[in-house]
């Protein structure tokens, strides 16, 4: 039996964005809880399409088709928009 997983490439790329983008000095007030995190690409996530896969080959090609210029342009796009709406409405106190 393979251990062949289905994974999500814009999942991947989001949520390394996010954990860059935290850490940076833009966002050094922002809320570093993992909810907070989680909250922000959920958001972003749900504004951006899947790309699902099914092995390795998959997803290298998939993750070289979206790491163009526009492709990560939208991508910070929608994480920064989530940003903003987490932290103006963050779902903890």
């Given amino acids: 039996m393979s251990n062949i997983k289905l994974v999500n490439v814009t999942e991947e ?31 972003a996530l749900n504004s951006l399409p899947a790309r699902y896969v099914a092995s390795e080959e998959s997803r290298d090609a998939a993750f070289n088709q979206m790491n163009t210029p526009e492709s990560i342009e939208e991508i910070n796009k929608q994480i920064i928009r989530a940003l903003h709406l987490v932290k103006q409405y963050p779902s903890h106190s």
């Avoid at 989001?14 to 940076?24: C, I, K, Q, T």
């Fill in 13 to 43: 790329i989001v949520m390394g964005l996010v954990s860059f983008l935290l850490h940076g000095v833009q966002y050094q007030t922002f809320c570093h809880c993992k909810q907070c995190e989680m909250d922000v690409a959920a958001i």
